[in-house]
């Protein structure tokens, strides 16, 4: 079997008499493997956290959600270094991750996550 792994981003603006849209197409991925995660995790404010992925030994795509009600989450590449994405909440962002294990921070608690990960065996 192929493309068992597909993104999909469609985005529209729309105000007064302007009204675009962009669809990117769709990405497809093979997936030798059958492991996922689908999890939520708390984020703390003292120090970055490592994205609770240790379930894949190796991930394909990644799908973050901040699912905190006033929190703002920042990913991270490793502990020390600044942030890569910045979330406010509800913000949802998806990418094939560089890094094998990237790291969280909120700025209050609260912090609050929602990681969909596939994991790379193909």
């Known amino acids: 079997m192929a493309d068992e792994f597909s993104v999909t981003i469609n985005t529209r603006f729309q105000k007064g ?9 769709q990405l497809n991925f093979d997936v030798a493997g059958n492991q996922y995660i689908k999890i939520m995790q ?10 609770d992925t240790h379930a ?6 990644m ?16 502990a020390g270094a600044n942030p890569l994405i910045t979330m406010a909440p509800g913000e949802i962002c998806a ?16 912090g609050l996550i929602e990681i969909f990960a596939v994991e790379d065996t193909a």
């Open 17 to 25: 008499t302007v009204n675009e849209s962009f669809q990117s197409g």
């Open 42 to 51: 708390n984020i703390g404010t003292v120090s970055p956290e490592v994205l």
């Open 56 to 61: 894949l030994p190796t991930v394909l795509f």
């Open 63 to 78: 799908v973050v959600k901040n699912s905190s009600a006033t929190a703002v989450i920042d990913l991270r590449e490793s």
């Open 95 to 110: 990418f094939p991750p560089s890094i094998p294990i990237p790291y969280a921070l909120a700025d209050v608690a609260g």
